[in-house]
């Protein structure tokens, strides 16, 4: 019966086309009028226990690091040198989207702002060049979820959060598997390439990559800054927050000055506007999040799933394809929100590692980043570009499968995660 109430709340909230954060609250207000026990106070005080987290300061921090990196000419700059180093390959600039999107995940931990700095400057480039629009964009689409699985990604911050567990270890767990998807993506991106007519630019020489590298070498500067002091303790990932918010309007005013004093009100308002909209869904999870727990949802979520639980291979298979389902019709974040909290106590009950569930989860969870209809990076992308988005879904399917892939290496093969994040942790 609970099970019912809550998928029944929330799914008949949303069908009434209310937002997820609203969404969330009326989850938990039924779970309450079900237990005879409806306060408006819980409502209110697990709201503001929601959001008032010393880890999630980290959101707004990377949040502002990202707009500050894409109004500053740090993006910029990554771009000229990936286009410098592997711009001439036959099919190049796809290269040099994946080199690109790679590099700027470990700045900014934000797919959307990512896939929309590489658009603004790639696909333009990439039909000029001869590459169909809507693979072009598909494979930029794809190419910037990476943002949620290399550190430090604000998925994997929330994940810390919700379900307890180390932020410092997920985001060196992340590392890896960030690596494999790019590989994954630059292989199915050599395959399609060989179909199209398409032209490269020039090959240049060594000086000018290294004269690139020189001058995006700040850029390059903030993912070691932010990775060395994780590792060795020197700051936790809200101070790395912090850092890499002030690192990057240092260098984007005072290095680069491309960012002028009169942008910087624009820059704060987009960061605190998507801050806003992160922070109160996080604060609206707490209630149906709390109310889960008071319902004993949790331990009926288990039953159900305990057939599986002798079979971690199973059990994980089993959450990535409800991850994957869902996705299609909700964000990451809900997503997180949700189904963590839920999940998690039957994952550590089986003896599965919770730094790999949340590696693993995130991976399925930037999947429906690309999944229609909801599909957000997707749309990002069409609305920059300004192509169609049915030519965006079309273009973005052989990425899709290569990102699966990679989910089923990890599912049957846990050491991809595990074994780099225990070699980089000295565990």
Not at 134 to 157: H, V
Not at 219 to 248: C, M, N, Q, S
Not at 312 to 333: E, F, N, R, T, Y
Request: glycine content about 10%; some cysteine.
């Amino acid at each position: 019966m609970t099970v019912l109430i809550f998928v029944g709340a929330l799914l008949g909230s949303m069908a009434l086309g209310m937002p997820i954060a609203y969404a969330l609250i009326m989850t938990g207000i039924a779970f309450m009028v079900h237990l005879n026990m409806f306060d408006a106070q819980i409502i209110a005080q697990n709201m503001l226990n929601g959001a008032d987290s010393f880890p999630l300061m980290a959101v707004p921090f990377f949040m502002l690091a990202g707009e500050v990196m894409n109004a500053g000419g740090l993006s910029k700059r990554i771009v000229n040198l990936a286009v410098a180093a592997v711009g001439h390959i036959r099919g190049g600039l796809g290269y040099v989207a994946i080199v690109a999107a790679l590099i700027l995940a470990s700045l900014s931990g934000s797919a959307a702002a990512d896939a929309a700095a590489l658009s603004a400057i790639l696909i333009p480039m990439m039909i000029k060049a001869g590459h169909d629009g809507g693979r072009s964009a598909g494979l930029i689409a794809a190419a910037g979820t990476s943002a949620l699985i290399i550190p430090p990604s604000i998925g994997f911050i929330l994940i810390g959060v919700v379900g307890q567990i180390s932020i410092t270890d997920i985001f060196v767990a992340g590392i890896f598997p960030g690596l494999v998807m790019g590989l994954a993506l630059t292989a199915a991106w050599f395959l399609v390439s060989r179909t199209e007519e398409s032209t490269s630019t020039q090959k240049v020489p060594l000086s000018t990559v290294l004269r690139e590298a020189w001058a995006g070498i700040w850029a390059l500067l903030l993912p070691v800054i932010i990775l060395v002091g994780l590792r060795f303790g020197v700051f936790t990932p809200t101070e790395a927050g912090v850092i890499a918010a002030v690192y990057a309007l240092f260098v984007s005013m005072v290095i680069y000055r491309e960012l002028k004093v009169s942008q910087l009100f624009d820059v704060l308002l987009g960061a605190a506007k998507t801050t806003a909209m992160v922070m109160f869904l996080v604060a609206a999870a707490l209630v149906s999040s709390w109310m889960i727990t008071v319902a004993g949802l949790t331990g009926q979520v288990t039953a159900m799933i305990a057939p599986f639980a002798e079979n971690p291979v199973l059990l994980m298979a089993a959450i990535v394809l409800l991850v994957l389902v869902i996705g299609c019709a909700m964000d990451m974040v809900p997503i997180i929100l949700i189904l963590v909290p839920v999940l998690l106590p039957s994952v550590r009950a089986a003896g599965i590692d919770p730094v790999y569930f949340a590696v693993v989860f995130m991976m399925a969870a930037a999947v429906g980043l690309l999944t229609p209809p909801v599909g957000s990076v997707l749309n990002v992308v069409a609305g920059v570009s300004r192509i169609s988005l049915p030519r965006v879904i079309f273009g973005v399917w052989p990425f899709l499968l290569a990102q699966f892939a990679v989910l089923v290496v990890l599912i049957l093969f846990p050491q991809v995660v595990t074994g780099p994040a225990a070699l980089l942790l000295g565990k």
